[in-house]
């Protein structure tokens, strides 16, 4: 069974970046999806990120124009990178694995694995 585990988060001023790791342990065939939601208290879980086995990779709003998302040789670990981070990027980022390739990518159901997640905080 794979299991999740996330990596990267901690306290950043804004202006800074940081990168999120999440390794699958386990076996993993093709085809998966590896994704990145992240949780703000008192608002829904929301769709960072997603990158399917293909090699294609996916975007929400929150991690579009300064989130880069990418994989592994092995396509074991998916890394989010943002940069110019914002107060609003604060949040609990959890990263989610499918052994398909989830369309729509941020249809939170479509995953069955999560990982325990991982806060983030930027100050201004």
């Known amino acids: 069974q794979v299991q999740l585990v996330e990596s990267g988060g901690g306290s950043v001023q804004a202006g800074g970046s940081l990168r999120l790791s999440c390794t699958a342990s386990?076996?993993?065939?093709?085809?998966?999806?590896f994704a990145w939601f992240r949780q703000v208290p008192g608002t829904e879980r929301e769709g960072v990120v997603a990158?399917?086995?293909?090699?294609?990779?996916y975007y929400g709003d929150s991690g579009l124009g300064r989130s880069t998302v990418s994989t592994d040789n092995a396509k074991t670990t998916i890394y989010l990178e943002i940069e110019d981070l914002k107060p609003e990027d604060s949040g609990v980022y959890y990263c989610?694995?499918?052994?398909?390739?989830?369309?729509?990518?941020?249809?939170?159901?479509?995953?069955?694995?999560w990982g325990q997640g991982t806060q983030v905080t930027v100050s201004s």
């Open positions: 989610a694995f499918a052994t398909w390739r989830v369309h729509p990518w941020y249809e939170q159901s479509s995953y069955a694995t």
């Open positions: 386990g076996y993993t065939p093709p085809p998966n999806t």
């Open positions: 990158a399917h086995d293909s090699g294609l990779m």
